[in-house]
């Protein structure tokens, strides 16, 4: 049942309203505010790194940007479809299981979600003509992996937020 939110059967949490990630995140109505928030997710995930790996982090998403001017928003709109169908999966299996919150979920399989999500990102980057882009997400690639686990808790709770 699209669109109602009730207590879901198992006592905990609610029932999940969309039967999948593409019908409520893609819809040409909602895309929109799932970029804009998408891109504040990822603003604020690069800002609360720390250390010199996070100096590293900041450093390259600084310089991706002077790059190109709202490159991380257009990024994210024209990966988007390439992150829902990634997510799906999940999203389908989320469904099913007594969990309380789509971020919880995630978390809970920790290395296979950021493998499916990294591949939508490993492809975007060697398919790109833009050497400083690419040089940058080289640079970036081998701590990907630890930085998306470490936001899958958020980023899940924001594709719920959407999807309902």
Same mark, same amino acid.
């Given at each position: 049942?699209? $669109? ?21 995140l ?18 604020r995930?690069?800002? $609360? ?20 001017? $709202? ?43 950021a ?12 398919? @790109? ?14 701590? $990907?992996?630890?930085n998306?686990?470490? @936001? ?13």
């Amino acid at each position: 049942m699209y $669109g109602a939110v009730s207590p879901h059967p198992n006592g905990k949490g609610l029932t999940h309203v969309a039967d999948t990630l593409k019908a409520s995140l893609l819809d040409s109505d909602r895309r929109s505010a799932v970029v804009a928030d998408l891109q504040d997710f990822v603003d604020r995930e690069v800002a $609360g790194k720390g250390g010199l790996s996070g100096g590293v982090i900041k450093t390259g998403y600084a310089a991706v940007k002077r790059v190109r001017p $709202g490159i991380i928003r257009s990024a994210i709109d024209s990966m988007l479809d390439e992150f829902v169908t990634a997510l799906e999966p999940h999203w389908a299996a989320y469904q099913s299981q007594p969990v309380p919150g789509f971020g919880a979920f995630l978390a809970g399989r920790p290395h296979e979600v950021a493998q499916s999500l990294l591949a939508v990102t490993d492809r975007r980057a060697e398919r @790109s003509s833009r050497a400083a882009v690419t040089s940058v997400y080289g640079k970036l690639r081998p701590k $990907g992996e630890q930085n998306v686990i470490e @936001s899958l808790p958020r980023l899940g709770d924001l594709v719920e937020r959407h999807a309902g």
